[in-house]
């Protein structure tokens, strides 16, 4: 029974937000007609496949507890330059999407590596990264830049039938997202490397201790997001069909704000790349809430996310000073540490009769 | 001998030192390729030119560096500067627009010399607002125990929709000349922005270095419980010190409206947090908290104003400057890591075992 409650305890914050969007989405189904067809919901994931494919890889690095406020600059940057080396230099579309990838990974590697080796905090160096990128966009082209690649335009007007739906559909790009999140959750949660983040995330010292190898994995997890970003970019620049370096602005923080409300923590170690998932969909939901109702300015929306993400936060830091101060009582009575350890044997011997 | 070495540590170590030095490069810097930066002609009746640019652009940057100083020097940070100046600009000129864009009226009333408010009620306004928001920031980090760079983050997402709500999403201008006289207007040639700014700076550095509470900052800095063990108000100090920044913004808010005769809720102070913070950086106070410079941040102003200046100068496009902006934060960062130094050495010590 208490065991029970623990693993509840455990994904309170994703249930919240689960809860959160079925609410949400409840009231829209009531309130608005256009939200009763199939395609409303396939369309959060359309309009938001490069956020979602950013957040998965933001939310690697807020696991390993650091934070990367450039992938905004870096979705600008890869639409630029891919814009640029198709449209003025006539590259080959698959070269260009291996390079900007490449280009991405490269990017982010080179952030982890400065912020794991010179010991200097993550958003400062990403915030200089944010800066560079950016800025690097309009040393290619102050103006936006037109995609006409015959390739980027029938990915960008691929869509695919989702079986069971007559009339629903799903872009490319939301597929990709849709992967990247299936391989991101296996990641986290299936592999070697997943744990060791969430191990680096919980207590880097005692990551360390256990023999793991922090640095790498610490760069890898920056260089990670930057494929991420740089892949988000690319899905960006389909959907839009061009390349200018004022897009995307403010995306860290929205991708930052959906991996709160997924209900990771912004310590570090705990969360789930699922709840990443429901994050973007809030976000994307609340910003459709507001086009339906057509009355609000699409500014609510911003409002709305913050007071989100200030809710989840407050949720979050109640229970991490509730599980401190169990901690700490745990560390104070030895009875209490033996009342714990005994649980899980009680519940074995029940699971085990069941 | 040991004394001059004496005394160039000494140099060395001061805070003052970098900043300095990375100003007189970059003055140097202009010496030689930027032909006419130190001109500085007297035009309707003040000074005009490159160097009273950075001066006048600067104080905007100076003032939230003031603020930001304080912020970082308890450990914490403060990511919503930028909105809050979009929210204080916005709620100047509302109240000054007689719109108060709700209604539609005809342009003739609209670019009437006039405000539909008197002008020491909208800087309270504003400046209250912008209070608020600081005093919002600053219960969330010493109350509600949130990290300090989330709790700003929301007012950061937030603000700016805040600042859209309050002008109805439209770029409000005024015409109103005393309330120019804020940005534009020039005492004994000098831009009057530097006035404010360089008098804000006096009243802070009174108010920490003159009272035990710069200590307490920066005691806080390094070792918040030990702090609170040894009877400081940590939460009360941390709480003052956020109100305090956002206080600077409101100022810089209103400068920065009344220096372009209008409020964008979009662009108001767009980038402006991240060029605050890379200014107290570049004088020296570490973002873990702990020892201060106010006079350094000050200086770190400067620096990164007269690197923009520079750059637009030269004829870099005002977007991509960004990025120089970049990398010259990250060296300067380097520099200043401790790690640096240490990998340094152990690289010098590598090579002069092998040879």
């Known amino acids: 029974m208490t065991n029970k409650l623990k693993i509840d305890r455990k994904f309170m914050p994703l249930l919240a937000t689960v809860g959160v969007f079925a609410l949400l989405y409840l009231y829209g189904f009531l309130q608005y007609k256009g939200m009763r067809q199939p395609q409303a919901f396939f369309n959060l994931f359309i309009n938001n496949a490069f956020l979602l494919i950013t957040s998965i890889g933001m939310t690697f690095v807020i696991l390993s507890e650091g934070i990367d406020l450039s992938v905004g600059a870096v979705i600008a940057l890869t639409s630029v330059a891919s814009a640029a080396l198709l449209e003025n230099y006539g590259m080959n579309p698959v070269l260009v999407i291996v390079l900007m990838l490449l280009m991405g990974t490269l990017f982010g590697g080179i952030m982890g590596a400065i912020i794991h080796f010179f010991k200097v905090q993550p958003f400062i160096v990403t915030l200089a990264g944010m800066f560079f990128a950016r800025g690097m966009c309009f040393f290619i082209s102050l103006d936006a830049i037109p995609i006409k690649d015959p390739l980027y335009r029938t990915m960008a007007l691929t869509r695919i039938q989702i079986p069971g739906f007559e009339r629903a559909f799903l872009s490319l790009s939301a597929v990709i997202a849709i992967v990247v999140l299936i391989v991101g959750m296996y990641v986290a949660h299936f592999t070697r490397y997943g744990r060791s983040i969430y191990a680096i995330g919980g207590n880097e010292q005692s990551a360390l201790l256990m023999g793991l190898p922090v640095g790498r994995i610490k760069v890898s997890v920056y260089a990670l997001n930057g494929f991420c970003s740089a892949l988000a970019g690319i899905v960006f620049s389909i959907s839009l069909l061009s390349g200018h370096g004022l897009y995307a602005v403010n995306v860290e923080l929205d991708a930052i704000a959906s991996v709160v409300i997924g209900g990771t923590l912004l310590t570090g170690g705990q969360g789930y790349v699922f709840g990443t998932l429901f994050g973007v969909l809030v976000t994307g939901l609340i910003q459709m809430l507001i086009q339906f109702n057509g009355e609000l300015s699409s500014w609510w929306t911003r409002i709305a996310v913050g007071a989100l993400t200030l809710i989840f936060i407050g949720v979050q830091s109640l229970f991490t000073s509730r599980r401190k101060k169990r901690q700490a009582l745990g560390r104070a009575s030895l009875i209490d540490v033996e009342a714990k350890t005994a649980v899980p044997m009680e519940d074995k011997l029940t699971t085990g009769s069941a | ?355």
């Open chain 2, 1 to 355: 001998m040991t004394r001059s070495r004496f005394s160039w540590h000494q140099l060395r170590d001061s805070q003052l030192f970098w900043p300095l030095l990375a100003l007189a490069l970059i003055l140097l810097f202009n010496l030689f390729f930027t032909p006419g930066f130190y001109n500085v002609e007297i035009k309707d009746g003040h000074l005009s030119g490159f160097l009273i640019d950075i001066l006048n652009r600067g104080s905007i940057l100076m003032l939230l560096a003031t603020g930001m100083t304080m912020v970082i020097a308890t450990g914490g940070v403060d990511l919503s500067v930028g909105a809050v100046v979009a929210i204080s600009a916005a709620t100047a000129t509302v109240l000054i627009n007689p719109a108060l864009a709700t209604e539609l009226i005809s342009s003739e009333e609209l670019i009437k010399d006039v405000t539909s408010t008197p002008l020491w009620m909208c800087i309270t306004a504003a400046l209250l607002i912008a209070t608020l928001c600081g005093l919002w920031n600053g219960l969330l980090v010493s109350r509600g125990k949130i990290q300090p760079m989330v709790a700003t983050l929301v007012l950061m997402v937030a603000g700016r929709g805040i600042a859209q709500l309050i002008t109805h999403g439209q770029i409000i201008t005024v015409y109103y000349t005393p309330y120019f006289f804020i940005g534009n207007g020039y005492l004994l040639g000098l831009p009057f922005p530097l006035f404010i700014a360089i008098f804000v700076y006096l009243c802070t550095w009174l108010w920490a270095r003159r009272t035990a509470f710069g200590m307490f900052v920066e005691s806080i800095g390094i070792n918040a419980q030990s702090s609170f063990l040894s009877g400081i108000n940590e939460k009360n100090i941390k709480l003052a010190v956020y109100t305090f920044c956002g206080f600077c913004a409101g100022i810089a808010g209103l400068i920065y409206s009344s220096n372009v005769k209008s409020a964008d809720a979009n662009n108001a102070g767009l980038n402006l947090e991240l060029d605050a913070i890379l200014a107290v950086v570049m004088g020296g106070t570490l973002m873990s908290g702990g020892r201060f410079s106010l006079l350094a941040s000050v200086i770190g102003a400067l620096v990164i104003q007269s690197t923009t200046t520079t750059m637009y100068a030269i004829g870099v496009p005002a977007m991509a400057a960004s990025a120089i902006k970049g990398l010259v934060v990250l060296v300067v960062i380097l520099l200043y890591s401790e790690q640096t130094k240490l990998v340094l050495t152990r690289v010098v010590e590598r090579v002069g075992a092998r040879s």
